[in-house]
Each structure stands twice: as C-alpha cells, then as structure tokens.
C-alpha cells in the first residue's frame, strides 16, 4: 500500500510538473512573438495531397500588425500578399490576379498572422498539446474557426521559444510543411513592401484563394 501510495504521488507531482513546463513553454512563444514588430526568413514549403507532391521556396516578410508577403523564388515571381485589408494571389504565367478579403481568408498560410498579432496559443488553438521532440518541442492544436477544414496544425519550436516550422494537417489527408531558417528579427520593413502591384496586363478579380 505505501509503495502503491508513493507512485501516484510521484505520478501526480511528474504530470503536474510536465504541465508548468508545457505551460512555461507556451508563455515564452507567447511572450517572444508578442514582442516583434517585424520578422524576414527563408522559407520551404512541401505539399503532398490531391495527388500532388511539390516543393516550394522564398523569402518571408510579416510586420505588424497582420501584414505578410510570400515571395517565391521557387517558382520565381509567385507571391501572396496580406496588407491587413485584403489578400492577394498571383502566379506567373496566369492572366489574373485573385483578391480575397482578409476576413474571408482561409487559407494555410493564414495561422502565421497571429505571429504578429496579439497572441496566445492557447487561444488561438483547441485540444492544444505539448511533447519534446529531440532538444526542441512539438507544439499542436486545431486553429480556432479552421475545424471544417484543418485536423491538426503542428508548431516546431526551440526551447526559447523560436517557431523553426510548421505543418498542417488537412481532414481530405493534404500535408503542408513549412520550414524557417535565417531568421531576422524586429527589422527595418517598409510599409509599401506590402502593397500589391500586378504586372502589366494582368487583371485583378476577387475569388478564393488558389491551392
């Protein structure tokens, strides 16, 4: 009976410890992206779903508050653009430009905005859970208003509290993973950098936003 009595005393005090480290983890992500004003990074970006497997790459720029632009240089010349009011898609080669709203925007790029809102995971994502993952940490929940479609979204972070990737896990089986390196931090950006200029001839029409 005492042994009995000891384990799940040490069982309950390693549960209620591992959860003031899940908890202390999530307030330095918290805490660490609440304090940026403006980040760049390199990014990678493989899909694999609807019979596609294809590998994507750029250069990525958020600035507060809510405005992000993806520059693809694999393929070259791809962009998307939020400058807080509305969402822009452009794909060279295609004769038109897509705008969506920013509310309206469901798109998987889209859980990157709270980097730079106000936030707080445990907000922002349902049935959120923790787990190491090697020196790092594995982050997952599902993003609030995003149920019909995403199943889990996944967030590798360092200890210090540094999201290094992504991955979202869509309901029909689709996979998107997102890698960060070159990290730059509360960085000089311009507020035109957010502004989107299609290239001549190209027409702007409002719609989903594509794959």
Not at 31 to 38: A, G
Not at 123 to 148: A, W
Not at 181 to 206: C, L
Request: glycine share 8%; net charge neutral; proline share 6%.
């Amino acid at each position: 009976m005492l042994k009995k009595t000891v384990l799940t005393l040490f069982v309950c005090c390693a549960t209620h410890l591992f959860a003031q480290d899940n908890a202390a983890l999530i307030h330095k992500v918290d805490d660490h992206y609440n304090h940026l004003s403006s980040l760049r990074a390199h990014y990678t970006e493989h899909y694999t779903g609807m019979g596609m497997d294809r590998t994507e790459s750029g250069t990525l720029l958020l600035k507060k508050p809510g405005r992000m632009r993806w520059n693809y240089d694999k393929p070259v010349g791809k962009v998307f653009v939020l400058d807080g009011k509305y969402a822009w898609f452009y794909t060279p080669g295609d004769p038109q430009a897509q705008r969506v709203p920013a509310k309206e925007l469901d798109d998987l790029r889209s859980p990157l905005r709270f980097l730079l809102g106000h936030t707080q995971l445990q907000k922002e994502l349902d049935h959120l859970t923790v787990t190491p993952d090697g020196s790092n940490f594995k982050i997952t929940g599902v993003p609030k208003g995003m149920e019909q479609r995403v199943k889990a979204l996944t967030l590798g972070v360092t200890a210090t509290g540094t999201i290094e990737q992504m991955q979202i896990e869509e309901l029909d089986g689709s996979v998107t993973a997102f890698s960060f390196s070159g990290i730059e931090e509360n960085i000089p950006v311009k507020g035109e950098d957010f502004i989107f200029h299609p290239p001549a001839g190209v027409t702007i029409v409002n719609g989903l936003p594509p794959i």
